[in-house]
């Protein structure tokens, strides 16, 4: 379902006024905010959080096929809150939540790019997410999770995935048991967990590659759910997270404000080879940029080339784009244009060489987040 639009907030509007059933949300329906650390439970805490406004669920991994030949993927869903309570919940064409979706494929061999969005209403029967577990889906595009393993399909416009996803490490809470900070005030914050080292095999197909192809490789998860994460005067968000071929994985963002400097609440996580995992501040992290790239789609120019430095974990990588054009125009769904792609990295790690692999994700470089956050 293609909808040519640049404003999420026009969508909510309408759906919200009765454009489609239902009327305007009361002062009754306001969200919870995260304020402080949460009791989590796995896996009922991978499905959804309806008392909050914003929640996602985000795939991203780096593939190989039996010649060798990389490949990456993305397959991100959103649960947007339009009210808290229905006027009718009887009526399965009463909105409650809409539902957003990205897919994307990078081939690496043939240089190319491919990536297609979606949203609908949840009712009736069009999209929704599960309480109790993961079960997310919009169409024909899903994630479910079946007793350990994650089953990840989607099909669109020539391209396909049907994947295998198996935890190799227990789940990540990222910031304070999952309470990530994201700006000074009460509430600018989210709950945010993460699957790192998840072993990954099934078929892809691009649109350029034809037919289905088997693959195998590591992806990541990521579930964030809260209600006033952003602050007025942050911009977009640099986002990292890489997997380091000695079994550490690492996440980073840098959330930028308006005035060029860096939110302070700004953090990582480093995840060792057998699951535990440490907080990292600001303060723990340089990230250099060392090239750009422009769009010749948005016209904007992105960061294309970094060094990563956390002494203190004594790391420091180089890390590059598979490719250079990965970036996603969402007019179909979120309305934002972002560059979000598969990366590979070398440096040192303990002392040791070390090579790495994994996405990086940067917002706000080619215009607003579009009211999603």
Same mark, same amino acid.
């Given at each position: 379902?293609?909808?040519?639009?640049?404003?999420?907030?026009?969508?909510?509007?309408?759906?919200?006024?009765?454009?489609?059933?239902?009327?305007?949300?009361?002062?009754? =329906?306001?969200?919870?905010? +995260?304020?402080?650390?949460?009791?989590?439970?796995?896996?009922?805490?991978?499905?959804?959080?309806?008392? #909050?406004?914003?929640?996602?669920? #985000?795939?991203?991994?780096?593939?190989? @096929?039996?010649?060798?030949?990389?490949?990456?993927?993305?397959?991100?869903?959103?649960?947007?809150?339009?009210?808290?309570?229905?006027?009718?919940?009887?009526?399965?064409? @009463?909105?409650?939540?809409?539902?957003?979706?990205?897919?994307?494929?990078? @081939?690496?061999?043939?240089?190319?790019?491919?990536?297609? =969005?979606?949203?609908?209403?949840?009712?009736?029967?069009?999209? &929704?997410?599960?309480?109790?577990?993961?079960?997310?889906?919009?169409?024909?595009?899903?994630?479910?999770?079946?007793?350990?393993?994650?089953?990840?399909?989607?099909?669109?416009?020539?391209?396909?995935?049907?994947?295998? %996803?198996?935890?190799?490490?227990?789940?990540?809470?990222?910031?304070?048991?999952?309470?990530?900070?994201?700006?000074?005030?009460?509430?600018?914050?989210?709950?945010?967990?993460?699957?790192?080292?998840?072993?990954?095999?099934?078929?892809?197909?691009?649109?350029?590659?034809?037919?289905?192809?088997?693959?195998?490789?590591?992806?990541?998860?990521?579930?964030?759910?809260?209600?006033?994460?952003?602050?007025?005067?942050?911009?977009?968000?640099?986002?990292?997270?890489?997997?380091?071929?000695?079994?550490?994985?690492?996440?980073?963002?840098? %959330?930028?404000?308006? =005035?060029?400097? +860096?939110?302070?609440?700004?953090?990582?996580?480093?995840?060792?080879?057998?699951?535990?995992?440490?907080?990292?501040?600001?303060?723990?992290?340089?990230?250099?940029?060392?090239?750009?790239?422009?769009?010749?789609?948005?016209?904007?120019?992105?960061?294309?080339?970094?060094?990563?430095?956390?002494?203190?974990?004594?790391?420091? %990588?180089?890390?590059?784009?598979?490719?250079? =054009?990965?970036?996603?125009?969402?007019?179909?769904?979120?309305?934002?244009?972002?560059?979000?792609?598969?990366?590979?990295?070398?440096?040192?790690?303990?002392?040791?060489?070390?090579?790495?692999?994994?996405? +990086?994700?940067?917002?706000?470089?080619?215009?607003?987040?579009? &009211?999603?956050?």
């Amino acid at each position: 379902m293609k909808i040519a639009t640049k404003s999420l907030q026009l969508l909510i509007l309408f759906f919200t006024l009765g454009g489609i059933g239902g009327s305007l949300a009361t002062a009754g =329906d306001e969200w919870a905010l +995260v304020t402080k650390p949460r009791v989590w439970s796995f896996p009922k805490d991978f499905g959804a959080h309806p008392e #909050y406004r914003t929640e996602w669920w #985000y795939f991203t991994g780096n593939l190989t @096929d039996l010649s060798g030949a990389r490949y990456g993927y993305q397959l991100t869903f959103f649960r947007q809150g339009i009210r808290q309570k229905l006027s009718n919940p009887a009526n399965a064409w @009463d909105i409650r939540d809409l539902y957003l979706a990205h897919f994307a494929i990078t @081939d690496v061999t043939r240089n190319r790019f491919h990536s297609v =969005d979606r949203l609908s209403r949840g009712g009736p029967g069009l999209a &929704g997410a599960s309480l109790d577990g993961m079960d997310v889906w919009l169409l024909n595009w899903s994630a479910r999770m079946k007793g350990s393993i994650i089953y990840l399909e989607a099909r669109d416009s020539g391209m396909e995935l049907n994947l295998q %996803l198996t935890p190799r490490k227990p789940p990540i809470l990222h910031g304070q048991n999952g309470y990530s900070q994201k700006g000074p005030a009460s509430g600018q914050a989210s709950y945010y967990a993460s699957l790192t080292g998840l072993k990954t095999q099934g078929t892809l197909k691009s649109n350029s590659s034809g037919t289905p192809i088997e693959v195998q490789g590591t992806s990541w998860f990521d579930q964030e759910f809260g209600s006033n994460q952003l602050t007025q005067d942050q911009k977009g968000w640099d986002w990292f997270s890489l997997h380091l071929a000695d079994g550490r994985d690492l996440m980073i963002y840098f %959330l930028r404000l308006k =005035d060029g400097s +860096v939110e302070p609440s700004s953090s990582g996580t480093l995840v060792a080879p057998d699951g535990t995992s440490r907080h990292l501040k600001l303060s723990d992290l340089t990230v250099s940029v060392l090239d750009h790239w422009k769009s010749p789609r948005s016209k904007r120019e992105y960061p294309s080339r970094w060094r990563i430095q956390i002494p203190s974990a004594q790391i420091e %990588l180089t890390v590059t784009p598979l490719i250079a =054009d990965q970036e996603l125009t969402t007019e179909g769904s979120t309305g934002v244009t972002y560059w979000e792609g598969a990366v590979v990295g070398q440096g040192i790690s303990e002392g040791r060489e070390v090579s790495c692999e994994g996405y +990086v994700e940067l917002t706000g470089y080619a215009g607003s987040l579009g &009211g999603l956050f």
